[in-house]
Nanobody
């Protein structure tokens, strides 16, 4: 079993920045890829939006809505995943979740990811 714990959420104004972290612990599990998802208020779990993913070879993938503003990275020595978010706007307000996946996991398919954290809230105000 893998445990994922997000941190770093908070309230910022439009144009601000935040860095989210996701600490991984538990069984010795080598994940093929990790990702960040977000769930806007009023949306169901199945409607979580894939934001960014990073594979074991460090290749990355981003949703069009965050390209150029968000950066996903990982520190394998610290077992920590990061999401640097810049130029935030009100549409970025959501609960952000990190997820651990396998070779078949895809940002477009929330059900394809194996393990999830409990989330950290990001609120962007104008």
């Amino acid at each position: 079993q893998v445990q994922l714990e997000e941190s770093g959420g908070g309230s910022v104004e439009v144009g601000g920045s935040l860095r989210l972290s996701c600490a991984t612990s538990g069984a010795q599990h080598v994940s093929d890829r990790m990702a960040w998802f977000r769930q806007a208020p009023g949306k169901e779990c199945e409607e979580r939006e894939g934001v960014a993913s990073i594979k074991s070879d460090s290749s990355t993938n981003y949703a069009d809505s965050v390209k150029g503003r968000f950066t996903i990275s990982q520190d394998n020595a610290k077992n920590t995943l990061y999401l640097q978010m810049n130029s935030l706007n009100t549409e970025d307000s959501a609960m952000y979740y990190c997820a651990s996946g396998n070779y078949y996991s895809d940002l477009r398919d929330v059900k394809s990811w194996d393990f999830w954290g409990k989330g950290t809230r990001v609120t962007v105000s104008s």
